[in-house]
């Protein structure tokens, strides 16, 4: 396989441009509200990220949520919006692409594609992404294996788009005192079977605020690449995900928390 470590052996790096990388050797902080809400709220979080050293920043503009009836975020608009703000800041943006079409509207306003856990398996935006020439970011499936991860990547990197991101967010497990089982074994197999970076998401991994920060920093000691994680000026006033969201001064720790451990590492 093109993604595996017998065909390449040297790490891939994810450039993204002022001299902002996703790569073995950096540990990249990646966080921002589970959904782009409203211009204050995007203010707010960038803001956050300046102050913080923070180059990435999360959010959904197209969100898949569980219940039709949830806000199911800003879209195009949302997008175009943020990327205005955060690019003047120098902050490079996150989100989520759910389908094909979406890919060329989204093009020059993103810096990752995220494809999210429910989309791991969409076989035919997997091939579309192969053709784009911008990095893409693959989560784990819900229920997904270690070894369909990396399918799911072969997909895209076999399409000819070598910018690829792995992300372990979790799986559904028979545990339910958790969102998901965060499966922190994934991390140094990934890393031993694949060259491509890997980021660990704990918000999605364990969908409990107060353990966030524990578990991305089992994360980076397992050997992550990098950690994404969910923050919001007032989490309890999220539009979705706020009972696994950080507020700032909870972010603010943990990124320092998360840089000083992978200098430990
Ligand atoms: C998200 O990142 O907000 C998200 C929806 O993640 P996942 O696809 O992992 O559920
Ligand atoms: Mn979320």
Known sequence: KLVSKKWKVKPTSIDLGDNVFIKEGEMAVITGPCSIETEEQIRAVVAHCIENDI????GGVFKPRSSP??????GLDGLKLWHEIASEAGIKIVTEVMQTSQIEEMYPYVDVYQVGARNSQNFNLLDELGKVDKAVMIKRGISGTIEELLQSAEYVFSGGNEKLILCERGIR???????????L???????AKSHLPV???PSHGIGIRAY????????????????IYESHEVPEKAYS??????DFAQSA???SWIRESFEMR
């Open 253 to 255: 720790r943990l990124a």
């Open 55 to 58: 180059k990435m920043m999360r």
């Open 212 to 227: 966030v920060p524990q578990m991305a920093l089992a994360g980076v000691m397992a050997g992550a690449d990098g950690i």
């Open 69 to 74: 009836y949830a806000f199911r975020g800003l």
């Open 241 to 246: 995900d706020g009972q696994q969201t950080l």
């Open 185 to 191: 074994n994934a991390i140094p197999i990934l890393k």
């Open 173 to 183: 497990t028979y545990e339910r005192a958790s969102r998901n089982t965060l499966d």
């Open 199 to 201: 980021i660990v998401d």
